[in-house]
């Protein structure tokens, strides 16, 4: 691939970048006015023609690794393991 060939693939990627950044706002928009109309109408969930909506609350457990580290940070230091990736960016 030739400098101009990698340039144009670089300007292609930026742009469609941006062009998800947008729709992801939009999807949050309309997400967000949905979620609106469930809380107004104090549903969890709402059948709309075929679809059916549903924001109900999901409860999850998680380690709160800072405050183990904390605690016992010889523990801690013991069962962690380095991993190496590799980052992709454009700037």
Do not use: G, H
């Amino acid at each position: 691939m030739n400098k101009e060939e990698l340039l144009k693939q670089v300007r292609d990627l930026k742009e469609l970048k941006v062009m998800a950044e947008e729709l992801q706002a939009e999807i949050t928009t309309i997400e967000d006015s949905i979620k609106a109309e469930m809380t107004a109408q104090n549903v969890t969930e709402l059948q709309i023609d075929i679809f059916k909506i549903r924001w109900t609350p999901v409860i999850s457990n998680k380690f709160d690794t800072s405050a183990f580290k904390k605690i016992y940070s010889d523990l801690y230091n013991q069962f962690t393991r380095k991993y190496e990736t590799k980052r992709f960016s454009i700037v």
